[in-house]
């Protein structure tokens, strides 16, 4: 494959507009890096007052490893899912904010997306591993698992790159993706099992006068099975089940064959239309 | 000899959209994206470089001289025709390209050098000379927002020259900076070239072509209308007439009460055609093409030339030859003419003014709103032994 040899031809550029990503995130606020890990743990502080004191969502029991609290159920769903939704609102701008570089100097465009994907990726990496501390704190001993859940990083990486070169390639030539891609994360958000197990999804359900099975509906979403792998191995301490992370793989790759596809036709012509 | 850039039958169109709506909306409502016509840029040009060459391309604006460097760069992508390189390229097309304004100088010297295809190795090697190179010693772990433009323009240009690649292309990158900025391009340059290296230039600045290329290629409406040395490739081109008024930019800025405008100012060498170039010592006359809405008495017209840097060389008003103009009322054309062009090659900006007799009320004040170059005597392109912009002249005689 031709545009991977290039990639990795091109492995330092790739390498400094990550670190640049970084580099320039938090650059000029007082408090830094910090914010990375105060978002995610203010938002879950939101949602703990809001479902759990208010709504009473019950945290099911983590099996086998008997661990009980809404806040840490809920971070093992939400720091995946808050991965998936900034890489991909970051990534739907990337080329047309970059645009000047665009129009004057050569190399494959895939690059900023790719390096917004790999910044995100180390971002998750260090908000899941101040997660792990949380949960070894709480007694979970889920250091034998940490491997496991660099390879469920490793295929939400590959499932967020396709959807993300797709994105901002469109976005591109119809500068209203970005406002409808707001919106489609507000629907999957609500649609994912974050801020509720799953087992609150009916199993079938009458709509419109025919009998649907909502919950086979429901686990479509690849990203349902996403998080819930997540979740069977920090929260529960078990294997994912396979038939999940089958479907999980089967999707990440499809959509970094097509997402690919789609990038290289678009490709070229991004220094005129940018 | 080999070839170091092999352009083969390219062609390369842009898509000239009738309304600049690329919304969602928009699209759906006509079932399909923006409208657009197809505007050819570039049409079946084919042309060879040869390796350790410097070579130039010219041609009007809109000849499509930049769109045949970034297809050659791979900026952009022609739909017909093929273009092979040899060695490694580096584009400049903007000194500082992809400099991050909160990232210190430092850091934008291994993102600008990666940009341009440099390996993190390769660039800490060369990175104290990089650094001293610009100047900037001092401020290269301060932001680059902080940097003034020069600075800036400093920094990019020393990371760009010291990319080392086997072909390197410039587009205009020439004329920024001041002169002693430029003259340090320039001798870069030519280190360049004396070691083995291929360059294309795309200019404005014939001058900067004639004295610079070996070979060069003229472009007109996306085809090449003339190619061969540098120096016969400009003089095609000067001796063509170009219906243009000179290079008009939109330079510079304009003010004034308006009743009496200047509406062009065109430029003729030894024959009535407009020209946008003219020799050094060769006779130059400045055309003004003035109009008024009501009867102005007196008026005056006059005109400065600066350098490109800005610094006024030297100005004069009607008012030298007397008043040979006693009103304006409606149109009137009038001319300077100046017998030996005191000028050193190189590019200048025009002012031109519109004032009352007393030179205390401005009519319409035309500030460095036209450029022009100077290029070398018919004698040959040699002129290492003036310096600034005016030509001194004169004689050496020993005395005994």
Redo the contacts between chains.
């Keep these: 494959m031709s545009v991977a040899r290039k990639l990795i031809e091109k492995r330092?550029?790739i390498s400094?507009?990550t670190l640049?990503e970084l580099?320039?995130k938090y650059?000029?606020s007082v408090l830094g890096w910090t914010w990375s890990l105060i978002n995610p743990l203010a938002t879950a502080l939101l949602y703990t007052l809001v479902f759990s004191l208010i709504l009473k969502v019950e945290a099911p029991v983590g099996n086998p490893s008997g661990i009980k609290n809404y806040t840490v159920y809920l971070l093992c769903a939400l720091l995946p899912f808050q991965f998936f939704n900034s890489t991909l609102t970051t990534s739907v701008d990337v080329l047309v904010s970059n645009g000047?570089?665009?129009?004057?100097?050569?190399?494959p465009r895939s690059i900023f997306v790719l390096s917004v994907v790999m910044a995100m990726t180390l971002t998750l990496v260090i908000e899941l591993g101040v997660l792990a501390i949380i949960l070894l704190a709480m007694g979970n001993s889920v250091l034998p698992w940490l491997p496991l859940v660099l390879v469920l990083v490793f295929i939400e990486s590959i499932f967020v790159l396709g959807v993300a070169l797709m994105a901002s390639v469109w976005n591109v030539?119809?500068?209203?993706?970005k406002y409808?891609i707001t919106i489609a994360l507000q629907f999957m958000f609500y649609l994912t099992p974050v801020l509720y197990p799953i087992t609150l999804v009916p199993k079938h359900s009458e709509i419109f006068g025919t009998d649907l099975p909502v919950r086979a509906l429901y686990r479509l979403n690849p990203l349902v099975g996403m998080v819930e792998s997540y979740r069977a191995v920090l929260y529960d301490l078990r294997f994912p089940s396979v038939g999940t992370m089958l479907y999980t793989i089967g999707w990440s790759v499809a959509l970094l064959v097509v997402g690919f596809w789609v990038f290289g036709r678009n490709e070229?012509?991004l220094?005129?239309?940018v | 000899m080999s070839i170091a850039i092999s352009v083969d039958d390219v062609s390369k169109s842009?898509?000239k959209y009738d309304e600049r709506n690329?919304?969602?909306?928009a699209?759906v409502l006509r079932g399909r994206?923006a409208r657009y016509t197809e505007f050819a840029a570039l049409s079946e040009v084919s042309l060879e470089i040869p390796a350790g060459s410097i070579f130039g391309l010219i041609g009007d604006n809109g000849s499509g001289k930049s769109t045949l460097l970034?297809c050659i760069?791979?900026?952009?992508?022609p739909e017909k025709g093929r273009i092979t390189v040899a060695g490694s390229m580096a584009?400049l097309?903007?000194l500082g390209?992809?400099f991050?304004p909160?990232?210190s100088g430092r850091?934008n010297v291994?993102?600008n050098a990666?940009?341009?295809?440099m390996?993190?190795q390769e660039t800490k090697l060369r990175f104290d000379e990089i650094v001293h190179f610009s100047g900037l010693e001092e401020f290269i772990d301060a932001p680059v927002r902080t940097y003034s433009s020069g600075m800036y323009v400093r920094l990019g240009f020393a990371v760009a020259v010291h990319t080392d690649p086997d072909i390197l292309l410039l587009d205009e990158i020439l004329a920024v900076g001041d002169e002693d900025f430029q003259r340090k391009c320039m001798e870069k340059i030519s280190d360049v070239h004396g070691s083995g290296k291929t360059i294309v230039i795309v200019s404005h600045a014939i001058s900067t072509v004639a004295r610079l290329c070996e070979n060069a290629v003229l472009l007109e409406h996306g085809c090449i209308s003339n190619r061969g040395p540098a120096q016969d490739v400009v003089d095609f081109y000067l001796s063509e007439a170009h219906e243009v008024v000179a290079d008009e930019d939109n330079l510079g800025t304009r003010w004034g009460s308006g009743e009496a405008r200047i509406e062009a100012v065109t430029i003729c060498g030894d024959s009535a055609i407009p020209v946008n170039s003219i020799r050094s010592g060769a006779p130059i006359t400045f055309r003004f093409a003035c109009s008024s809405s009501t009867r102005v008495d007196h008026p005056v017209i006059g005109i400065a030339i600066s350098s490109i840097d800005g610094v006024q060389i030297g100005g004069v008003n009607l008012n030298a030859t007397g008043p040979i103009l006693k009103y304006l009322n409606g149109t009137a054309s009038v001319e300077l003419v100046i017998d030996d062009l005191p000028l050193v090659p190189g590019a200048y900006l025009l002012t031109a003014t519109l004032v009352d007799q007393h030179l205390a009320r401005t009519y319409d004040f035309r500030d460095k709103f036209l450029r022009f170059d100077v290029i070398p005597d018919s004698t040959g392109g040699d002129r290492s032994f003036e310096t600034g912009p005016l030509s001194l002249g004169g004689i050496w005689r020993l005395v005994d």
């Design positions: 330092e550029l400094i507009f640049r580099r320039t650059k000029r000047n570089l665009i129009k004057k100097a050569a190399f030539y119809f500068r209203d993706l409808l070229r012509r220094a005129e239309e | 842009y898509r690329q919304s969602l909306k699209a994206r970034k760069a791979g900026i952009l992508t584009a097309l903007e390209a992809g991050h909160e990232l850091e291994f993102l990666a940009i341009l295809g390996t993190r």
